[in-house]
């Protein structure tokens, strides 16, 4: 079952929670995944336990959006939530989320969690700024899709340059500086033990929240298309490039035209992912949300700081 907000499900579909011989445990799986429009206003939803609704909640969410559950059930809890993606990812709305939350990964292995105003939330010119304040203005900003769940893609935006060469030194203007500070993302392990040929290693696969088909199998790579983390030419990541500086970690929102083909970019990578139709809104990034997206991260990250600064 796809997704994407504009895909038509057959009509027979919306009775299905009526037929005693459908298993309770594939309506956590469908309210998983299916779209919003057509669980709230098409769909004939069976009675569930508040246990499996939880389970709904957890899976389809972001850890970080729990914050929204009241003393209500996880029925209403799920159902409201829904109804709140439903609305913000259509229309630029942000009467119940003045601002927005999100994450810079910094080169001395600190991280901060930021907030901008969700009216004026701009990734492109916030991550311009970050390049401004780290001498980082000559390198290209790029944007990499990590992980899309149903309802939200995160993306990180960072900067890529060839590492330095022993023994040379490039005295030529013309030449594109090399910068030589890697900050606390890993390179390396992920590149060993997240290899797209042999997907080994000491990382689960995500369950909370549920990864959509695109990432089914993350942290490891899923083929097909939709997974473009490994760019390059056979086990060559990037090219030979390789992530330098800070890193800006980001939730967007997805709505009915976020996949479309915008522009002649590369689908799936820089800017086709930032700039266009449906491409706008965005939701909180916070701690919690990285430690489960990313929870290899947790023994990275040498100090966490709520706000600006550096921790001192």
Known sequence: MSTIFTTLYETPLR?????????????????????????LYHAIIPNMSDREWEECFKRRFLPGWRRWKNDGNWREAFLKMLHRVQHRSSVSCTSDEAWTKYIV??????????????RNFNPLAMFNELKLQNNLAHLETRIRLVLEIADVRILAFGTLTR????????????????VDD????????????MNPIS??????????????????????????????????????????????????????????????????????????????????????????????????????????????????
């Open 199 to 312: 997907p080994s290693g000491p990382y689960a696969r995500l369950a909370h929240p549920r990864p959509n088909p695109s990432h089914a199998k993350y942290p490891f790579y899923t083929p097909g298309g939709g997974d473009k983390r490994w760019l390059g030419s056979g086990e060559v990541e990037e090219e030979g490039l390789q992530w330098v500086g800070g890193m800006m970690i980001v939730a967007q929102l997805l709505g009915p035209h976020t996949h479309d083909v915008s522009s002649d970019w590369p689908l799936l990578q820089d800017l086709d992912l930032a700039v266009g139709p449906g491409r706008s809104n965005y939701a909180s990034f916070t701690w919690s949300d990285l430690a489960v997206v990313a929870p290899w991260m947790e023994e990275r990250i040498t100090n966490k700081i709520s706000g600006a600064g550096l921790g001192h």
């Open 15 to 39: 009775t299905l929670g009526v037929r005693s011989v459908v298993p309770r445990q594939n309506w956590v799986e469908i309210l998983s995944i299916a779209n919003p429009g057509y669980l």
């Open 105 to 118: 990964l910094n080169r001395n292995g600190s991280a901060n969690e930021l907030e901008n105003s969700s």
């Open 182 to 193: 890697h900050g606390v993302y890993p390179m390396q392990e992920l590149s060993a033990s």
């Open 163 to 178: 590492p330095h060469m022993q023994g040379c030194t490039g005295n030529d203007p013309q030449s594109t500086p090399a």
